[in-house]
């Protein structure tokens, strides 16, 4: 319980010092990304931890940097995709500020599955994804939550995420 309050405070800390409305800073996002990975787990059990970026955005290249390592036991892999059809059943799909869009169509391909939707576009949670970021007027990167959508998805996340949750659902 405390390495999680430790890791989230430390991912707060650098999203206060980083992000920036002006500026995206790609790999404080990638932190929460991995870091939302770790408290959070799947009904099924495989050796990778598959994450998707769904469009082009520079995620891409710091997700990349975390591909082989490990989180939970599983090897994380990173992809990238520009269309629905190319989704396939990753862990975790991250629809890129350029693509948010297509959530409603990334939300039915994936229906049912347990695929987590984290939404780069602030309020994405409300029409379906299970986390959306926002930018907080003092700069600081935080997250949405949509518990109820998680649930359907039959992924859990650790009380603590949704403790510090900017909003939840």
Do not use: C
Not at 17 to 36: G, K, P, R
Not at 75 to 100: E, F, L
């Amino acid at each position: 319980m405390r390495t999680l309050r430790y890791s989230i405070l430390l991912a707060v800390v650098l999203a206060t010092a980083s992000a920036h409305a002006q500026t995206t800073n790609y790999q404080v996002y990638s932190l929460f990304v991995i870091n939302i990975a770790k408290y959070s787990s799947w009904p099924e059990q495989n050796a990778e931890m598959q994450i998707t970026v769904f469009g082009k955005s520079k995620i891409f290249d710091e997700l990349m940097k975390q591909n082989g390592k490990n989180v939970n036991g599983k090897t994380v892999k990173v992809t990238q995709v520009d269309n629905v059809a190319d989704i396939g059943q990753p862990h975790i799909i991250y629809i890129a500020d350029n693509r948010s869009g297509s959530l409603d169509d990334v939300v039915k391909a994936t229906q049912g599955k347990p695929v987590m939707i984290i939404g780069e576009r602030e309020g994405l949670f409300k029409k379906g994804a299970g986390f959306s970021f926002v930018i907080m007027e003092n700069s600081t990167l935080r997250y949405d939550i949509n518990n109820t959508e998680l649930e359907k998805r039959q992924i859990r996340v650790s009380k603590s995420l949704t403790a510090l949750a900017n909003a939840s659902i």
